[in-house]
């Protein structure tokens, strides 16, 4: 007797990114997998009394958007603070920051994200003297979109200590003006995490912040915030199509609430992989918590085996690494988080213990360093499907670009990131980079052409979360000058980045990223026809139905 179907999508423009059947009409889904892919009327045997009807309308149906790169824990605690996006000169951010924080006098502090650099309009940078002036009686805090510089005001600094200034590690800066005392502007990690402890938000940030666990444990009240939390942030991505998130901050804590969630009822609405974040001050004998996190999750929809490495900072602040030095600081290159060798060490060791390893390298010079230390660990422990990952990418050097393919390393990058997309200012980060360098910054084309595997995302919550505007942003992008090679990526292409190529980047290619009989049911419905909409436009629509495992995940009302 042949089964009936549980759900069964009909009227669909299917883009299944399946060769063998590049497009459908309907689709059948039985016990979370896809069961048949056909055209109007071909499944309809196996249309039973209890299976669900969904018409899609003439919309597209395409694999579930994997987010392969994104910040799920602390993006989700940001969901309710307050949003700087678009706010663009003092009276402006005078009004957004007086209208947030009047109804939230009783907080320890008042978080804010997505300051530009030049949110005060030009070449001025935001200093706690400012942000006194609007806010003066209750610690502030504003961090730029990209999640590597925040802004204090005073009573933020004198609560986290910083005011008088601190000794940091290298590649971390606490900014000091004149008068011997901090201007208010923190930059990386180490520098702006003593204000978010003294806020009430270190939890969310362990995983990017040391890659260790709370300490003390956190109590049953403050287990049921983090729980809330972290369903806060899968339903969002849920919202958006996305069902797979590729984590690249972790620690064992948001294993364990991830685990937690998928014990209940409905289970997780988002396969989810969380990696070990390796810190500069750790030993490698910490690989083996890596190790030991890896053989305890490995399942379809919860997983770890990946090291996550910063090598650099960001091109804004001056702490990316760069080859040859910045085009306006002419005497500085960056200085790592972690030195050539001592990388180096890293990937031999994670490679040995197979895991595969991610590393943040924004500059051409940590680029370079990254892909040595992965030649490293080949040459040590010889070669194999690694499929070990550099993330962003935003300046490479032309002499590395072969390299991605020769060593199978794959270019994971953010469409949403490159100054002029998506409501990017150009400055400073052009000027930072230099004419000279354009060519080969944000270069997917360039490193898609060179051979390299390139998986998309958004690094929410460093710029919006939606694939659909990523997409987009991937198909309008237009080069910073005439002679620079254009580097956008057809509707396609675009596509594969959030599907097919996530599923690879995760050793899952054989299971999700095509709606193809056999695979995992992860479905997104669009509620247009994204094949006949103007690239200009693509932003504007939006997931209808998100199904994953089987399960609608999401139903837009």
């Known amino acids: 007797m042949t089964p009936t179907a549980d759900l069964l999508i009909l009227n669909a423009r299917v883009l299944t990114l399946d060769p063998g059947r590049p497009k459908a009409t309907e689709i059948a889904i039985i016990d979370g997998k896809i069961a048949a892919v056909g055209a109007k009327g071909e499944l309809a045997s196996l249309r039973g009394p209890g299976t669900e ?178 369903r806060r942030g899968l339903e969002y991505c849920a919202r958006h199509g996305i069902t797979t998130i590729q984590n690249m901050d972790g620690n064992l804590y948001q294993l364990e609430l991830l685990a937690a969630i998928e014990k209940e009822d409905g289970g997780l609405p988002c396969r989810v992989a969380i990696p070990f974040h390796f810190k500069n001050f750790m030993s490698l004998d910490m690989l083996e918590k890596a190790s030991a996190m890896s053989k305890a999750y490995d399942s379809d929809f919860l997983r770890s085996g990946m090291v996550k490495v910063f090598y650099d900072g960001v091109l804004d602040s001056w702490t990316a690494v760069m080859v040859e030095p910045y085009a306006d ?105 230099g004419r000279s360098r354009w060519p080969l910054s944000y270069a997917w084309r360039t490193i898609k052409n060179a051979g390299a595997r390139i998986c998309f995302a958004s690094d929410w919550p460093v710029s919006p979360i939606s694939p659909i505007r990523g997409i987009q942003a991937a198909m309008i992008r237009e080069p910073w000058q005439a002679t620079d090679p254009d580097q956008s990526f057809t509707l396609m292409e675009a596509l594969e980045g959030y599907t097919t190529e996530g599923a690879y980047a995760e050793f899952r290619e054989d299971r999700k990223g095509r709606i193809k009989p056999g695979f995992l049911a992860d479905i997104t419905i669009l509620n247009a026809d994204i094949e006949s909409v103007a690239p200009d436009k693509l932003g504007e629509v939006e997931p209808a139905i998100t199904i994953c495992g089987g399960k609608i995940t999401y139903k837009a009302n």
């Open 53 to 230: 009807v969904i018409d899609a309308g003439g919309g597209s149906v395409v694999p579930g958007f994997s987010e392969n790169h994104m910040h799920l824990f602390s993006g989700s605690a940001e969901l309710v603070h307050l949003q700087l996006s678009g706010v663009h000169g003092l009276p402006a951010l005078t009004e957004a920051i007086r209208n947030y924080g009047k109804d939230r006098l009783e907080q320890v502090m008042l978080f804010a994200q997505g300051a530009d650099y030049t949110i005060l309009g030009g070449e001025e940078r935001l200093t706690r003297h400012h942000l006194d002036a609007i806010w003066p009686d209750q610690p502030l805090a504003l961090f730029a979109p990209d999640h590597h510089t925040a802004w204090a005001n005073t009573k933020a600094l004198e609560l986290a200590n910083l005011l008088h200034g601190a000794e940091l590690r290298p590649g971390n800066e606490i900014v000091m003006g004149d008068d011997g005392l901090a201007t208010g502007e923190l930059r990386e990690m180490e520098a702006f995490s003593p204000v978010q402890a003294a806020g009430g938000f270190a939890r969310y940030r362990l995983g990017l912040a040391t890659g260790g666990e709370p300490d003390p444990r956190p109590t049953d009240l403050e287990w049921r915030t983090d729980m809330e939390v972290m």
């Open 329 to 433: 600081r002419p005497d500085y290159v960056g200085e790592g988080l972690f030195t050539p060798e001592r990388f180096r060490e890293i990937a031999i060791e994670a490679d040995r213990r197979g895991l595969q390893i991610a590393v943040h390298a924004i500059g051409d010079g940590a680029v370079r360093a990254v892909l040595d230390g992965y030649e490293a660990a080949r040459k040590e422990n010889g070669a194999r499907d690694s499929r070990h990952r550099i993330e962003h990418i935003e300046v490479v050097h032309p002499d590395d670009l072969p390299r991605f393919a020769e060593l199978g390393v794959i270019a994971s990058m953010q469409p949403p990131h490159p100054p002029g997309c998506m409501g990017v200012p150009l400055e400073p980060t052009v000027s930072r980079i």
